[in-house]
């Protein structure tokens, strides 16, 4: 069973950019793994209530199929995080799928995996992308090789329907 792993913030991540992929993967038949920097129970910005499985600590990039980060205000403190940029260009350097969503693309551009790539964020983070040399395209959904960008929680679905299609 290919596994995939959705990280979110300790507080304040989106809730649907993380239950819809979350439930659409489970439902096309993928292991979900819910990745966080804590294993208590994580509050999103609506609400929703989650434990997460496993720490980000111990992720094994050589047993993801892909690694995707989560969205929302609280995503905020993987920007500039070594530990988040070193599992995103693990996943690239072993030729995996690595996706970001709303403005959790900024975790990708900062760690310098963007750069002639096409990719899309929710727009507070576009300026971010371009200085890091990524093309932003605006686009609701991006798929440049193995990286997948969506640019915010209407683009929920249409992001993961591409991920799993991604992984197919």
């Known amino acids: 069973m290919k596994k995939v792993a959705l990280v979110i913030a300790e507080k ?31 509050t999103g910005k609506l ?18 199929h892909a690694l995707i980060f989560i969205g929302g205000g609280g995503s905020e ?3 500039t995080d070594p530990l988040a940029h070193g599992l995103a260009k693990a996943m690239v350097e072993l030729d995996k799928v690595l996706g970001a969503i709303c403005i959790a693309p ?3 551009a900062n760690a310098k995996i963007l750069a002639g790539k096409n990719a899309t964020v929710f727009p507070d983070g576009s ?13 609701e959904v991006e798929v440049d090789g193995k990286i997948i960008t969506g640019n915010g929680p209407e683009a929920a679905e249409a992001f993961s329907r591409a991920l799993i299609q991604l992984l197919s």
């Open 12 to 42: 304040q991540f989106r809730d649907e950019e993380y239950e819809v992929p979350r439930d659409m993967l489970q439902a096309a038949g993928f292991e979900v793994l819910t990745v966080s920097t804590s294993k208590n129970v994580v």
């Open 47 to 64: 609400g929703l209530k989650v434990t997460p499985d496993t720490l980000i600590t111990e992720v094994v990039p050589e047993e993801l």
């Open 77 to 79: 403190q993987y920007f």
């Open 106 to 108: 900024v975790i990708l």
């Open 127 to 139: 300026r971010t992308l371009e200085q890091h040399g990524a093309n932003y395209t605006g686009a």
